[in-house]
Structure formats: C-alpha cells, structure tokens
C-alpha cells in the first residue's frame, strides 16, 4: 500500500495537471482533429481495473462468474469501455472548446481520467462555464441511457436481468453518473471548480474569480482530508482525492496570476537591450573571463550580424576545466535558437520558456538580435506588476 502511495504521488507532481510529459504518453488516435495519447501510468491503471472488477461481488463485480477466464475478459471489457467514456466526458470539453475557438493540443488518459490539455481557457464566463458543464452532462447523459437500456431490456426478456452483461450494463451506467457527480465538485481541478470560477468572473476581475474559486476548492480538500482522517480506519483515497484537488487547486491559481499578469506586457518593454555577444571562435577558457566581467548567464552567439547560436553558463560548465582552452564556442553552442517577436506578449514568452525548458528568448526584429529576454527578468516584472 505504501509503495502504491509513493507512486500516486510522484504521478502527481509529474503530471501537474497541465503540463503534461509527452515523452511518456503515447498517441492511439484522432478524434475531431484533436490527438487522443494514452499516458503510460494508465497501462497499470488497465489490469488493476480489470483484477478489481473481477474480484468485486455482485452487483459491481463478476466475483461469481463462472469460468473464471469469462470473469476476466468481461472486467477487461468493462474496463475499455469506462476509459471510453471518460475520453466522451473529455470530448464533452472539447467540443464547446472548439466552438469558441479555444485550441486544444490533445486529450491524454491517465492513472486518474482524462486531461484535456488546452492552449488557454476562455476568458468569457459563460463559455468557460458551457465548456465545464459539457463534460458531467455527457458522463450523465451515457449514465442514464444505459440504465433506460438495461430497464428496457429486462422488460422485454426478464431473465436478461440475470445475465454478465446486464452487470457490465449497469456497473458502466453507475460508474457514468458517479463521475458526473464528482467533476461537479465546485474544487479545481474538477469541472465544478471551473463553473464556480465563472460564476466568480461575472462579479469580479478573473484573478480575483480564480482566487476565490481556489480558496473554496482548498476548502473542500481540508474537509475531505478530515472525513479521510476522522473515519476508521483512515479512508487513504478520501486523502488522496483530497491531495489532488489542494494542489489543483494551488496550480490553478499559480498559473493563472502568472499569465493575466503578464498579459498585457510586451516582451520590448522587458528585454534587456544591450545585447553582449560572443563570437562563435572565442574559446571557453576567453568565455570563461568574459562571463566574469558581464555578468550574463547565456549570450547570442554572432557571427557579424548573423545570429549562429546562443551559449549559457550551463554548456560552459559541461566543458572539463583541462579542455576549455582549446575548445571554442561553436563547438559546444545550442544551434536551434528559439527566438520571438518583441510585439509578443509576455505571457507567450513565459509560455515558451516553460514549454522549451530553457533560460532565456532571443528577440528578433527582421532577422536582427534587439535583445535577450530571460526567465530572471519575467520573475522581476511579475514581482513588479504585483506590488
Ligand atoms: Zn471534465
């Protein structure tokens, strides 16, 4: 169990709901022109769905089914088809997301659902609260047509009722409105957390609404992990779930002062203009000294006027101290240089800046270098704009 409590945790703070790690997810197809990725988490998720189905009585399990092989396949298959409906729920989203022209770059399922990964939210309330309603209302609506089913068919031939497939029918109807249920849970991240969050936005400016919407979201997260803490013994998933929406909620709020601060700044009005550059042939040894005399972590490398590359203290410091006169900076420089506009807004800059994982933006003006803009001076404005 504790070792089950480490994984979930680390889980967590890797997917930190957004940004989530490519690297270990892969595409199974498209739907609506949007990428559907399985994250890898969820192939553990996959047989231990399956084993819990199995093992679980009547009604919610196939603990009776006889052979026990039937058992199996039919938990795997009412484990396939939930995931399908979690990727609908998600769907749900995507479809009003589309409509109001927000971009959404993939749908990924993992250990705990499905994530939506958008380029930004809607700032109109009331998209944004269409959007978040969309997904429960489609976990409901599969819900409720599956019981009708089930009702309709046992009206028809009363001995369905008795039959593997009625339970598959109606465990996948349950589970349907328990998730509905649970994403109208007014916390981030889950659904409700979003609507609540619009409701906030009619009144007030969007951080604030997002602050609130966060502040009620942690509440309910130290209510639960009370429940989890007071009940005997401790109810571990109330204080998982528990975990998950408080730091939802912490993310949610985060990113958002983050990218309304600096929105309506221009990267010009925060690059540093005096561009130092270095010349692709000076050694590291000659960087080393002109580093200590700048000051600068990384620096353009220029050919005349030509930019070639960018070098940062982190590509020196990877250069053994006994090699470091007779290799040059060419040798070791970053060639792909990612450069923006400095009309771009802040906002994408910090966006890029995370998504790169890197340092500092080249800015380019009609293929000329004007200036540099790194992570130090965004965190220097957002200090500022913040006062
Ligand atoms: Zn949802």
Redesign the pocket.
């Known amino acids: 169990m504790k070792v089950f409590i480490i994984l979930f945790w680390i889980e967590i703070n890797k997917i930190k709901f957004k940004n989530i790690n490519m690297a270990s997810s892969f595409r199974i197809g498209t739907i609506m022109g949007i990428p559907i990725l399985i994250h890898i988490s969820f192939l553990i998720v996959l047989p231990l769905f399956a084993l819990i189905f199995a093992s679980a009585p009547v009604p919610y399990g196939f603990q009776d089914v006889q052979p026990v092989f039937l058992s199996y396949i039919l938990s795997f298959i009412t484990t396939i088809l939930l995931f399908a409906c979690v990727l609908l ?2 769907l749900g ?1 995507s479809y009003f997301a589309k409509r109001y022209g927000v971009k959404i770059q993939n749908i990924t399922l993992f250990l705990i659902g499905g994530v939506s990964s958008m380029e930004e939210m809607p700032r109109n309330p009331s998209q944004e609260a269409k959007m978040a309603f969309a ?2 209302m489609v976990s409901f609506f599969i819900g409720f047509v599956l019981f009708i089913l089930n009702f309709g068919i046992t009206l028809l031939v009363a001995s369905y009722a008795d039959t593997p497939f009625y339970r598959l029918v109606g465990i996948l109807a349950t589970i349907n409105i328990g998730l509905g249920v649970f ?1 109208l849970i007014p916390a981030f991240p889950m ?1 409700g957390g979003r609507i609540l969050r619009a409701w906030f936005a009619r009144k007030m400016n969007y951080v604030r609404a997002t602050h609130n919407a966060a502040g009620v979201g942690k509440f309910f997260a130290l209510l639960m992990a009370l429940a989890g803490l007071l009940s005997n013994p401790w109810n571990l998933w109330l204080l998982l779930i528990a975990v998950f929406v408080y730091m939802g909620a912490s993310s949610e709020e985060r990113s958002t002062v983050i990218t309304t601060t600096l929105e309506n700044v221009l990267v010009r009005d925060l690059m540093s203009e005096d561009v130092v550059a270095v010349s692709p042939d000076m050694s590291i040894d000659e960087l080393t000294q002109f580093m200590f005399k700048h000051k600068h972590m990384g620096y353009p490398v220029m050919e005349g006027n030509v930019l070639k590359g960018i070098i940062t203290f982190t590509d020196v410091r990877n250069v053994p101290p006994i090699d470091r006169p007779a290799i040059l900076v060419s040798d070791v420089m970053t060639r792909d240089v990612v450069s923006i506009s400095p009309d771009a807004s802040a906002t994408d800059a910090f966006k890029l800046l995370t998504t790169k994982n890197i340092g500092r933006l080249v800015v380019m003006e009609n293929d000329e270098v004007i200036g540099i803009l790194s992570r130090t001076d965004l965190m220097h404005a957002m200090a500022l704009l913040n006062e």
Do not use: I, K, L, Q
Request: proline share 14%.
């Open positions: 729920h998600e989203h997904g429960p994403n659904d």
